[in-house]
């Protein structure tokens, strides 16, 4: 009987084991989410005269224009814009995959599986992109802007939400009848 009351607390101590592993990876989220919500990447154009800034999951927060930019005529503008926002998107999902990879675990191998498929649809290699995220990682601050050129900005600050709306008076032709009968029962 001791031997199956020894596997028994052992069985319960792989329990805990497993419980603990979970409490300190959902203990992490609220750091991890703070993290995700605070993550911006920027990348500028090898002219300096575009330049993008994403947040998570690659949302576009930011683009700016120099004056050279502008007037180097719409295809040109275009294509340098498509190029600095596929780089911007791309840092995000680089930074985003690490942030996870930290508080989640390297089980699942995120970044490698970030990098990987960023190679590919790049055409770049892995390790070129692994330098970016280490290059990334230790400069988290914007591109410094050209003083050359003034920059122009292209999406406007985020507006604060509007007040919700006060409830209609009179509501409804439902609520009138519900009301009705309420009424009528006093």
Request: cysteine-free; aromatic content about 4%; overall charge negative.
């Given at each position: 009987m001791s031997a199956e009351f020894d596997?028994?607390?052992?069985?319960?101590?792989?329990?805990?084991?497993?419980?603990?592993?979970?409490?300190d990876r959902f203990a992490g989220l609220g750091a991890m989410q703070r993290e995700l919500?605070?993550?911006?990447?920027?990348?500028?154009?090898p002219d300096g005269g575009v330049t993008v800034t994403t947040g998570p999951g690659g949302a576009v927060l930011d683009v700016k224009f120099t004056a050279a930019a502008l007037a180097k005529g719409p295809q040109a503008l275009s294509t340098a814009?498509?190029?600095?926002?596929?780089?911007?998107?791309?840092?995000?999902a680089r930074r985003q995959a690490v942030i996870v990879e930290e508080?989640?675990?390297?089980?699942?191998?995120?970044?490698?599986?970030?990098?990987?498929?960023q190679a590919e649809a790049f055409g770049t290699s892995v390790e070129?992109?692994?330098?970016?995220?280490?290059?990334?990682t230790t400069s988290q601050e914007a591109p410094a802007a050209s003083e050359?050129?003034?920059?122009?900005?292209?999406?406007r600050q985020a507006d604060a939400p509007p007040p919700p709306a006060p409830p209609a008076r009179g509501g409804s032709?439902?609520?009138?009848f519900l009301r009705s009968l309420y009424d009528e029962e006093d």
């Amino acid at each position: 009987m001791s031997a199956e009351f020894d596997q028994v607390v052992a069985e319960f101590q792989r329990f805990e084991a497993s419980i603990r592993n979970v409490d300190d990876r959902f203990a992490g989220l609220g750091a991890m989410q703070r993290e995700l919500t605070e993550l911006r990447a920027s990348a500028a154009s090898p002219d300096g005269g575009v330049t993008v800034t994403t947040g998570p999951g690659g949302a576009v927060l930011d683009v700016k224009f120099t004056a050279a930019a502008l007037a180097k005529g719409p295809q040109a503008l275009s294509t340098a814009l498509m190029a600095t926002l596929r780089e911007a998107v791309g840092a995000a999902a680089r930074r985003q995959a690490v942030i996870v990879e930290e508080h989640m675990g390297d089980d699942e191998g995120l970044v490698e599986r970030v990098l990987e498929t960023q190679a590919e649809a790049f055409g770049t290699s892995v390790e070129e992109l692994r330098s970016k995220l280490a290059e990334e990682t230790t400069s988290q601050e914007a591109p410094a802007a050209s003083e050359d050129f003034p920059e122009v900005r292209v999406l406007r600050q985020a507006d604060a939400p509007p007040p919700p709306a006060p409830p209609a008076r009179g509501g409804s032709a439902g609520d009138s009848f519900l009301r009705s009968l309420y009424d009528e029962e006093d």
